[in-house]
């Protein structure tokens, strides 16, 4: 078992889920973001290394077939993929490892880490994702209804996780998250050591 915690946090595209990642590595000291690669352009002020890996479909297959990629999916044409290496580095040190999945992600990363904690962030409603969408005012009107879209089928997938939180505020969604986490690190399995511990004294 992997010493930090795994944490993947999927949900509709515009429901929050970087911005809410944000706070929660603000307020938890050890915790870090998997950067993931993509093939899709960079947007607005995104920079190579820090949202993403920004790589060509040629150079994303290529890390498909060396082995270096844990899962990845394709989301309207595009590759998004979990680099190997750095998740097992930082786990191994001991970091909580918070990654930004599609639906299929982090069903696929629970099935090769069975540690991995998943959690589904819900919007307070289908309006305010559309308008949430609308504001980034990034997409094209017809990308934000293959957005919508995807949003309704993937919703439909929420039980499949082990927590859903609904993003009502960052605030708010980030504190119950931590929460999770705190519980997640009481877990028995992640505590025996301090019980062995004591048993030996
Ligand atoms: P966006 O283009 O809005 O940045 O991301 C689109 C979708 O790709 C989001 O739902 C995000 O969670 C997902 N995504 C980002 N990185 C990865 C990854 O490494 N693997 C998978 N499966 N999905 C990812």
Do not use: I, L, N
């Given at each position: 078992m992997s010493k930090g915690l795994i944490v993947s946090i999927s949900g509709?595209?515009?429901?929050?889920k970087g911005t809410v990642i944000e706070r929660l590595r603000e307020m938890i000291p050890g915790c870090r973001h998997s950067i993931s690669v993509t093939s899709r352009a960079p947007r607005g002020t995104e920079k190579d290394g820090v949202e993403y890996y920004f790589r060509s479909k040629e150079e994303f297959e290529e890390l498909i077939s060396k082995g270096e990629i844990i899962e990845y999916d394709q989301y309207v044409g595009n590759y998004y993929g979990t680099p190997l290496t750095p998740l097992l580095q930082m786990s191994s040190e001991g970091k909580t490892v918070l990654l930004d999945l599609t639906v299929p992600g982090s069903l696929a990363l629970k099935d090769k880490f069975e540690d991995t904690v998943t959690i589904f962030l819900l919007p307070p409603s289908m309006e305010e994702l559309r308008s949430r969408l609308c504001g980034?005012?990034?997409?094209?009107e017809d990308l934000i209804e293959k957005r919508m879209a995807q949003a309704k089928n993937e919703i439909?997938?929420?039980?499949?996780?082990d927590y859903v939180v609904t993003n009502r505020t960052v605030e708010q969604a980030a504190q119950e998250i931590a929460a999770i986490m705190k519980a997640e690190n009481c877990r028995f399995k992640r505590s025996s050591d301090a019980v062995e511990t004591l048993l030996a004294q």
């Open positions: 509709p595209s515009g429901v929050g980034r005012g990034t997409e094209s439909a997938k929420a039980e499949k996780f």
